[in-house]
């Protein structure tokens, strides 16, 4: 294998775990958001339950965002995963175990 091409690999090999991880820190931190937001118009005295409901369903859409996107992440790898075993014939070693179980955790392809 040429290294141009090695060198490709591993910088996926790096990028995508790395990516997936990142989305994961945007849904977390989206997420607090969401949970402070709720509880600040919960515990708002002068706020009926209605206000801030509108700002509620965009943090809701962007946390769907974010989670198709995480989909789409986890397909790649699965995707990319199969074009190393098909064309390189890397073995499934060569992914990072932290990502493979991720993987399977989300029911996406291991590896």
């Known amino acids: 294998m040429s290294d141009t091409i090695m060198f490709t690999v591993r910088k996926l090999q790096h990028q995508v775990p790395a990516t997936e991880t990142r989305i994961d820190d945007a849904l977390i931190a989206v997420s607090s958001l969401m949970t402070t937001i709720v509880t600040a118009r919960r515990d708002a005295e002068r706020l009926r339950p209605a206000q801030g ?9 962007a946390q769907m965002a974010l989670i198709d996107a995480s989909g789409g992440v986890l ?5 990319l995963t199969d074009m190393a075993r098909e064309t390189a014939g890397l073995d ?8 493979a179980g991720r993987d399977a955790a989300h029911g996406g392809a291991a590896g």
Request: hydrophobic content about 35%; charged content about 25%.
């Open 92 to 99: 499934l070693h060569e992914c990072p175990p932290a990502a």
């Open 53 to 61: 409901h509108a700002t509620i369903q965009r943090l809701a859409k």
């Open 75 to 79: 397909r790649v790898h699965g995707e």
